[in-house]
């Protein structure tokens, strides 16, 4: 089966411009993630959707990043403004749905983000 | 924030020998996962462990967890060039179904 896509697989954009990063799950996983990974550090969770709906969206600075999940498939995240300490990795994952017992999730490649 | 440390933070051995990290975490869990990072295949998935398991094997790999001390310990055996990359240990909570990562482990095998 195909992976978790993502694009663009790099960013570079000045502070206080806007970026937007798209995720394309595995087909039939319910459950969607968007992290963010600074250098040297694990993955962070920024916000969950299970199918179109947020589970959990309590680590995202809402005065500036969104995010959507489009029919409970392909999911957007977008930082406006960026600021400098945006710069990071940001990973898109995908789970089966909860009734199927499946707690492992598949991460996509990663959108590599540098704000100068 | 992070639930899990991993020890040590960076681990360099010579192909063929063993590596051993060791996860710590604070709250309690339903299972906790392994997580291979490199740069060729992104973060990958390794194995799984539930709470009221003790030790699994899969392949040249072998995790404990011990709920009691919240930790956890992944071996890998027979160490080849392809095991360098960072570990990442990540607990799961059913409650509200995140996954939390620990700080990672960078391993470096040594040719």
């Known amino acids: 089966e195909a992976g978790v896509a993502q694009s663009p697989r790099y960013k570079i954009i000045e502070k206080r411009q806007s970026v937007a990063f798209w995720c394309n799950p595995i087909?039939?996983?319910?459950?969607l993630y968007w992290y963010q990974q600074i250098l040297g550090q694990g993955p962070k969770l920024l916000i969950q959707?299970?199918?179109?709906?947020?589970?959990?969206d309590s680590q995202l600075p809402k005065d500036r990043f969104s995010a959507e999940r489009l029919k409970g498939v392909d999911s957007t995240l977008k930082i406006q403004p960026a600021k400098l300490e945006d710069s990071a990795v940001y990973l898109c994952?995908?789970?089966?749905?909860?009734?199927?017992?499946?707690?492992?999730?598949?991460f996509g490649p990663g959108t590599r983000l540098t704000v100068t | 924030s992070q639930q899990g440390e991993e020890d040590p933070q960076a681990l360099s051995i010579q192909e063929g020998e063993n590596a051993t990290m060791n996860c710590s975490y604070k709250t309690s869990i339903n299972n906790l996962q392994w997580y291979r990072q490199n740069s060729g295949r992104g973060l990958v998935h390794l194995i799984l462990?539930?709470?009221?398991?003790r030790e699994k094997h899969s392949g040249r790999l072998r995790v404990t967890l011990d709920t009691s001390k919240k930790s956890s310990s992944l071996l890998i055996t027979a160490s080849r060039a392809a095991d360098t990359a960072s570990y990442f240990c990540?607990?799961?909570?059913?409650?509200?179904?995140?996954?939390?990562f620990g700080t990672g482990t960078r391993l470096t095998i040594i040719p």
């Open positions: 087909s039939g996983h319910a459950t």
């Open positions: 959707f299970q199918n179109n709906g947020v589970v959990d």
């Open positions: 462990i539930r709470s009221n398991e």
């Open positions: 994952a995908s789970r089966k749905d909860r009734l199927a017992g499946a707690y492992e999730q598949y």
């Open positions: 990540a607990t799961f909570n059913f409650g509200n179904e995140k996954l939390t």
